[in-house]
């Protein structure tokens, strides 16, 4: 507000501007485009170049609009994660995380750092002067990731049917986080302490711990060497069993087919949100340069964002060096539509109730939009009927669907059923090496749509995605 009274900031505006991010949300612009237009915001402006003017700077912010009201939900998630990432320093300390983290790095001598890009994936790069602050991001990012566990926070609850458990144990997370520490050259006695209780085996730990809470010493005589036998028994099997996941989605920042309600811009995520947000929480994907704006904000956009608003950018996209891998610009649209329905984003107080939210903290939600609430779209606009200018992969890709059966196949006059003597793989594989054509197939009903490159098919293409998308289906691309 740089040249303009504080005055003209009145309670309204901040309640109808507050959380919106108008340079990644074309529907939030148009909001904020409306709300200017009618005079909701800004009421005391009443020079038309004015607010022009202050409306040009304020759909060039870059992430949310922000209030106090974000200020303090924000903070009491940053300062939960801070306190998970105080387990790392020895017990007493007094001073300053990053302080304390300063003290027990080391630079590499290569002259090289590790840069995580995805739970056990490592690259290195070229120092470029700020290895310790970005590696202490990452470690932060660690703690973003695993709050459910390293903190006494939760989710939000994504409705009323019940409390969703994240799944995980503190004390393996947190020897996780030390060994993490470890790699990105951090050290001290607590660290270390931890880091050889993960060269013991994590999973005996854990489990001798779980036994520990079945048998309580007080009301038990444990024998504990057969304890640690069926820990070491336990641990064995579980090694053998699991393997770290490889992560299958790519960051988005904006997507055309999910709305977050207010509730869901600031702290922490939703149950059902956090569970693919924790998959992208990677410094490589905080940083990345590319801003494709689409309907609606992304939940590891506000994420992102709420990371951003505490530690600032940076640059981490130094080349990587030759043994890179310990793996075993703005594309603005200035042309906005005005047909979303922009109804009440701010009278959304007597339209919702919040039940059995965690409390430990003070939850001021009066201003959130109901959690139903999509904006009307006219068919010209409307995302899920037209092909988009981009061709970035929806975000909705990234949903977890388990099943691929749908109402979409069963009506769709298109489709074609397979052969029962042929099977799915040699078909496809028949058809991709013999044509340039697209293949829509679903595994549980044998049925398939193929598609060729003609524009009208394209548009086909883009709207059976979007739809099968949009009813949470999961796809595996196959190329010839």
Known sequence: MEGYSPELLDPDTVKELETLMPRLSLHDRAIIQDRIRRRKIFKQLES??????????????????????????????????????KSLQPEGY?????????????????????????????????????????????????????????????????????????????????????????????????????????????????????????????????????????????????????????????????????NLPKKFRCS??????????????????????????????????????????????????????????????????DDMSESYDTQSWGNEENNTKHHNEPQHEAEHQEHELPEDFEPALSESDDPLSQPQAHHSRADSWETGSISTLSDFWAVDDQLMSLSPSTTPSNFINDVLTQTDDILLYSWQTRQYAQLSSRPQDDHLFHRKVQLLAHQQQMFISIGP
């Not at 048998?215 to 024998?223: A, E, G, T």
């Not at 060497?225 to 996941?245: C, F, H, P």
């Not at 990345?288 to 309907?295: D, I, L, T």
């Open 48 to 85: 038309d170049e004015d607010r022009t003017q202050i409306l040009d700077r304020i759909t060039k912010v870059s992430g949310r609009i922000l209030s106090f009201h974000t200020f303090t939900k924000d903070f009491i998630y940053f300062e939960a994660c801070m306190i998970a990432l």
């Open 94 to 258: 007094r001073g300053t995380m990053f302080g304390g983290f300063l003290e027990c790095y080391t630079r590499d001598q290569t002259g090289s750092y590790n840069v995580q890009i995805a739970e056990d994936i490592f690259e290195r790069r070229d120092e470029d002067g700020d290895s310790m602050g970005i590696c202490y991001r990452q470690l932060f990012l660690a703690t973003m990731r695993d709050f459910p566990t390293l903190t006494s926070l939760r989710p939000y609850q994504d409705d009323k049917k019940g409390k969703a458990k994240p799944s995980g144990v503190e004390s393996e997370r947190l020897i996780n986080l030390a060994q993490l520490a470890v790699k990105l050259g951090f050290k001290n006695e607590e660290i270390l302490t931890l880091h050889r209780q993960a060269a013991a085996n994590r999973y005996r730990i854990v489990t001798e711990e779980f036994l520990n809470q079945l048998q309580p010493l007080d009301r038990y005589h444990v024998d504990t060497e057969t304890n640690i036998s069926v820990a070491q028994n336990v641990s064995d099997r579980i090694s053998n069993a699991s393997a770290i996941r490889i992560p299958m989605e790519e960051a988005h920042l904006t997507t055309d087919l999910e």
């Open 268 to 333: 922490r995520p939703s149950y059902k949100r956090y569970l693919s947000d924790r998959q992208l929480l990677f410094l490589t994907n905080i940083y990345q340069q590319e801003v494709v704006p689409r309907s609606y904000a992304t939940s590891f956009a506000i994420q992102r964002d709420i990371f951003l608003s505490f530690f600032g950018e940076i640059n981490p996209h130094s080349e990587a060096t030759d043994d890179d891998s310990d793996f075993p610009g703005d594309n603005y649209h």
